[in-house]
């Protein structure tokens, strides 16, 4: 329900004229426009115009009622306007229509005023109600900083002397109402840039417009011993004839607004850190390039400085030697100071811990530790180099803080200031923490990748015979890839001499990456040469392998291509278990991929397998190849079987030549899967 009251029914400030303290941020959106004696509106601020969309050009000389006045409010309108017309003041909590349409409930208050024909018109100041909510809930929220205060309003002649004065403002000057009448501001309360203020007022009478937001800071005897901020508006208050009766003016105390604005720009700034170091730091599984992401999270903006060091025992967690124990190795830093000696504080460095050190506490306890201008000598253990003292005479204070992951400190981040900027406070110690908390997962996770990739290639080279042997009939090369990102997958390809000279050619994929997909294809890689030394035909061989992996687990799968040359016939026979078919090129360059039955993947338990039969003149070539060669996020499986083909056009070039040629025209540099490739070209026939 809209609601009203008038000054003569309400002696103090009435409760729909009451606002909120710290509400109004940079600009005090309070609007104010005149109406004369028909309702016509003469005067429109620009706080009107941001609030209810309508430009002074647009709207002055038009009826306010009809513009401003929902239809369904229209009698109370007229029933307010010819209360203010008969000299009362309302105050009041209505809708006015905006510019575009829908309602925006206001607080108003409502003053006669003469217009320019001599006739009572009125001037209307208005506060956005659902900005003054909004804006106390959102404050309310930032740690209740913004609580609820009244509006100070005054009216003040042409001498700038006061003539009414509401208790809000009283009690923001700590002078009784009474004691305001008949005084100027500068009586009142001289200590609060009151010069400037009537300066302005003055202002506002001459020119006849209104002024908003204008700042008053100072000491009031309501708080003798703390400065405070207030925002003043003042807006002209004239007769019929145009002469400037006085001045109306507005005040919120706005320094608990200004606090939290404050602290809230200081929070926002924190937490947009924090979202920062969540996308930038751990974008790869790269021990150095997650380290190096770490500091330039921290450097300039929290730090003037960052050091990541790990211990050398969780770098090399196999490595047993007693030099390890108790060192740390500097894995980043960042030392933007032109004078900081970083020859000497480079990445890969390595220094022991010294006993009853800051370092040694701080990785024994898994505590972080504040330093400051007088314990910062401790931040290096033998700084005897005289670049070192000088350069740690330049700090003010710094910050150990532990790398603590899945229980396990792994090392220490090393952040300092210097003495120029302000030391590291609780929030700042609380946020450095934090960051350095999130980036020790990213750093275990790092390290356990790298740990783990090793062991990964080096089992997979302990199961992959890269040396092929030397066949009967066949010019042999072949390569294996890992993917970009350095992850060991199950990829391998393998030649076998079988009985009567024939050759068996393998190339297979496990699904999957890592320690595991390489132990699924070592034994793979084994069972294919037990069976074919057996010389077990086919697809007998691959319904042994498509048990051999059902009885490794139901998740696990692989595909599978073996063929048996026979230089006697020059035939080649073929079975596929789910792989990507051999691509054959005669010696003239043609290129067919074979389309015989491209069989079930192993593991799967169908067991579809059947064979093909392809005729291998001189100097033919045989391409086995895994999916990782022709496929990837951007090209699909016929794009790339179609660069296979055009990389292919040229069979006659040195097989060691055309391999690479094949790789690095399929390849991008940021390939996704590891790859494996076989070439096999039949002997070319003897010249003449």
């Not at 009572?120 to 209740?144: K, P, W, Y």
């Not at 901020?229 to 004239?238: H, K």
């Not at 020790?440 to 740990?451: E, K, Q, S």
């Amino acid at each position: 329900m809209d609601t009203y009251q008038s000054t003569s029914e309400v002696p103090d400030q009435p409760a729909a004229g009451v606002g909120y303290a710290g509400v109004l941020s940079e600009l005090l959106p309070i609007a104010l426009w005149r109406e004369d004696a028909d309702g016509i509106i003469v005067e429109w601020s620009l706080a009107a115009q941001d609030l209810l969309g309508h430009r002074p050009e647009d709207i002055l000389g038009l009826p306010g009622s009809s513009v401003l006045v929902p239809e369904a409010n229209r009698t109370l309108a007229d029933d307010l306007t010819r209360r203010v017309q008969a000299g009362e003041t309302v105050v009041g909590t209505l809708p006015v229509r905006h510019r575009d349409g829908h309602r925006v409930t206001m607080e108003m208050w409502i003053v006669p005023a003469a217009d320019p024909q001599g006739r009572t018109g009125a001037m209307l100041i208005a506060v956005e109600t659902s900005e003054v909510l909004s804006m106390r809930d959102s404050l309310a929220a930032l740690q209740s900083l913004f609580t609820q205060s009244p509006i100070g309003l005054a009216t003040l002649g042409p001498d700038l002397r006061f003539l009414r004065v509401n208790d809000a403002l009283a009690r923001m000057n700590g002078v009784a109402a009474a004691d305001h009448l008949g005084k100027r501001l500068t009586e009142v309360v001289p200590g609060v840039n009151a010069v400037a203020l009537e300066a302005t007022m003055q202002q506002v009478m001459d020119r006849g417009t209104a002024v908003v937001d204008v700042r008053r800071t100072g000491r009031t005897p309501s708080d003798p011993d703390h400065d405070r901020t207030w925002s003043c508006s003042y807006a002209p208050l004239l007769d019929g004839s145009g002469r400037p009766l006085g001045v109306i003016a507005s005040l919120i105390d706005i320094t608990e607004s200004q606090r939290a604005q404050v602290e809230a720009e200081q929070a926002r700034r924190r937490f947009a850190l924090l979202a920062e170091a969540g996308t930038r730091i751990g974008t790869t599984l790269d021990l150095s390039q997650t380290a190096r992401e770490i500091v330039q999270v921290l450097v300039p903006r929290l730090a003037d400085s960052a050091d990541v060091q790990l211990l050398e025992t969780v770098l090399a967690p196999d490595d047993a030697a007693a030099t390890h124990q108790g060192v740390l190795r500097r894995i980043a830093v960042e030392f933007p100071d032109p004078d900081a000696p970083t020859a000497r504080l480079a990445p890969g460095q390595t220094f022991h811990i010294p006993p009853d050190s800051v370092y040694a506490a701080v990785i024994a306890e898994g505590r972080p530790m504040n330093l400051y201008t007088s314990d910062v000598n401790a931040l290096l253990p033998d700084p005897r180099a005289a670049e070192l003292r000088a350069y740690l005479a330049t700090l003010g204070s710094a910050r150990l803080i532990p790398l603590v992951a899945r229980g396990t400190v792994l090392g220490a981040v090393t952040v300092t200031r210097v003495r120029a900027r302000e030391p590291f406070d609780a929030q700042d110690c609380v946020l450095l923490d934090e960051v350095v908390a999130r980036a020790a997962l990213n750093i275990d996770n790092a390290r356990m990748y790298t740990n783990q990739r090793r062991a990964a290639l080096t089992l997979q080279r302990s199961l992959t015979n890269s040396a092929l042997p030397r066949v009967t009939g066949l010019e042999l090369t072949g390569r294996y890839l890992p993917a970009s990102d350095h992850d060991v997958g199950g990829d391998w390809f393998d030649v076998i001499q079988l009985p009567g000279g024939r050759t068996g050619l393998v190339i297979g994929d496990v699904m999957g990456h890592g320690i595991h997909a390489a132990a699924v294809m070592g034994q793979l890689r084994t069972a294919v040469r037990t069976l074919a030394r057996h010389d077990v035909p086919p697809t007998r061989l691959l319904r042994s392998l498509d048990t051999a992996v059902a009885d490794l687990g139901e998740d696990e799968m692989a595909t599978c291509v073996y063929a048996v040359h026979d230089p006697a016939t020059g035939g080649c026979v073929i079975a596929r278990a789910g792989h990507p078919p051999p691509a054959v090129v005669t010696a003239r360059g043609e290129v067919t991929f074979l389309d015989g039955p491209p069989g079930t993947p192993l593991g799967t338990g169908a067991r579809e397998f059947r064979t093909e039969e392809v005729a291998l003149p001189p100097g033919s070539l045989l391409v086995l190849y895994t999916d990782g060669l022709i496929e990837s996020r951007d090209r699909d499986l016929d794009q790339g079987m179609a660069q296979l083909g055009w990389a292919l056009r040229d069979p006659g070039r040195p097989l060691d030549g055309l391999c690479d040629e094949i790789l690095a025209h399929l390849l991008p540099g940021d390939q996704q899967d590891d790859v494996a490739v076989l070439l096999a070209r039949t002997a070319a026939p003897a010249a003449g």
